[in-house]
């Protein structure tokens, strides 16, 4: 089973309850997750949410979209991903998703499960050893054995907030792979971290939801550029 864990917060540093925020008229984590349920790879997906009361809405709404949801740690996101799997599989593959990026693309998130798979690749990813996506269409792919590796083994506080260095950082324990774009456009934001992230977001969204729900990054990198963002 191919398992997609989506990453979500609400107490954000820079932008708290981003994942709530409206665009086109829903929680940013529906627009997200309506993207992601796209993906023809994915065998299931599920929130990975903190056990902390500030949480407690994140899952109440993610109960609304049939959203499956873990809650652990907050800063140990690791035993986070490790606890989620453990509830919600047993998994062969895991997907690691992050909730601020509603501009996910399911095409790419298929090109780097199958880029791992056919790799018979322990940990895959878009991102490095060179980033030519743009940031927002960040996948991690990894085998359940180099999770739970990671899980008993990292150390390094960074490890266990990011869930996976403990496997890049060990190249000769694990088998790396990584999927570059045709088009390499490694300077577009399509993340959320800012409000003015947000804004292009809901741009966006502004301009093409409406007439195609399913519009793609083509779609996106077509767009005229809004001098106000």
Same mark, same amino acid.
């Given at each position: 089973?191919? =398992? ?6 609400m107490? !954000?540093s820079? /932008? ?13 984590? #529906? ?13 299931? /997906? ?14 109440? +709404? ?11 740690? /907050?800063?140990?996101? /690791? @035993?986070?991903?490790?606890? #989620?799997? #453990? ?15 509603? =501009? ?25 050893? $060179? ?5 927002? =269409?960040?996948? $991690? ?11 008993? $083994?990292?150390?390094?506080?960074? $490890? ?20 570059? !774009? ?15 992230d947000?804004?292009f977001?809901? +741009?966006?969204? @502004?301009?093409? +939801? #409406? ?17 106000? =963002?």
């Amino acid at each position: 089973m191919i =398992l997609a864990i989506l990453q979500a917060r609400m107490s !954000s540093s820079r /932008l708290p309850g981003k994942v709530m925020a409206d665009v086109a008229g829903a929680p940013m984590i #529906a627009r997200q997750v309506e993207r992601l349920r796209r993906a023809r790879r994915i065998d299931r /997906l599920v929130a990975a949410t903190s056990d902390q009361s500030s949480d407690d809405p994140l899952a109440d +709404y993610c109960a609304t979209l049939d959203l499956p949801v873990f809650r652990g740690s /907050l800063d140990d996101v /690791l @035993g986070r991903f490790q606890g #989620a799997a #453990a509830a919600f599989g047993p998994p062969e593959t895991i997907v690691r998703l992050t909730a601020d990026c509603p =501009l996910a693309d399911w095409a790419v998130i298929d090109q780097v499960i199958e880029t791992h798979l056919a790799g018979g690749f322990d940990y895959t990813n878009n991102v490095a050893p $060179e980033r030519t996506f743009p940031h927002g =269409l960040d996948v $991690e792919v990894m085998t359940a054995d180099a999770l739970d590796t990671a899980g008993r $083994e990292a150390e390094d506080p960074y $490890e266990r907030e990011h869930v996976t260095p403990f496997i890049y950082r060990h190249p000769e324990r694990f088998r790396l792979g990584s999927v570059t !774009s045709d088009a390499p456009a490694p300077d577009l934001r399509w993340t959320v971290d800012t409000p003015q992230d947000l804004d292009f977001v809901r +741009y966006v969204y @502004g301009e093409l +939801y #409406a007439a195609d729900p399913a519009f793609g990054s083509a779609a996106i990198r077509a767009l005229p550029r809004n001098s106000s =963002l």
